[in-house]
Nanobody, 118 residues
């Protein structure tokens, strides 16, 4: 059974850091076309935060997070990460990882809550 499970969310003060993880099972990250992190804040639409391709390991970021968030993959542990530094209150959201593959289309995790507040 293919599954994505996020973890690492929590509450942090402005300026703090968190590292999100997304463990894949039932498939390998290297078999996907790309992996993504999205977020959805209360009352807002879901937005794409960061992406990383399998071929070339090319990463891309939303303008609002450039220079503060870093997406990476650990193919040995079959895990996607999102390092989040210099967090701001506007980063508060539920963060979701997504896998896109020619074999199964799109697969989403259940999300992990990130709250940035003083």
């Amino acid at each position: 059974q293919r599954q994505l499970v996020e973890s690492g969310g929590g509450s942090v003060q402005p300026g703090g850091s968190l590292r999100l993880s997304c463990v894949a099972s039932g498939f390998t990250l290297s078999s996907t076309y790309a992996m993504y992190w999205h977020r959805q804040a209360p009352g807002k639409e879901r937005e794409l935060v960061a992406s990383i391709t399998t071929v070339g390991n090319r990463s891309n970021y939303a303008d609002s997070v450039k220079g503060r968030l870093t997406i990476s993959k650990d193919n040995v542990k079959n895990t996607l990460h999102l390092q989040m530094n210099s967090l701001k209150p506007e980063d508060t959201a539920v963060y979701y990882c997504e896998a896109v593959s020619s074999a199964f289309g799109a697969l989403w995790g259940q999300g992990t809550q990130v709250t940035v507040s003083s």
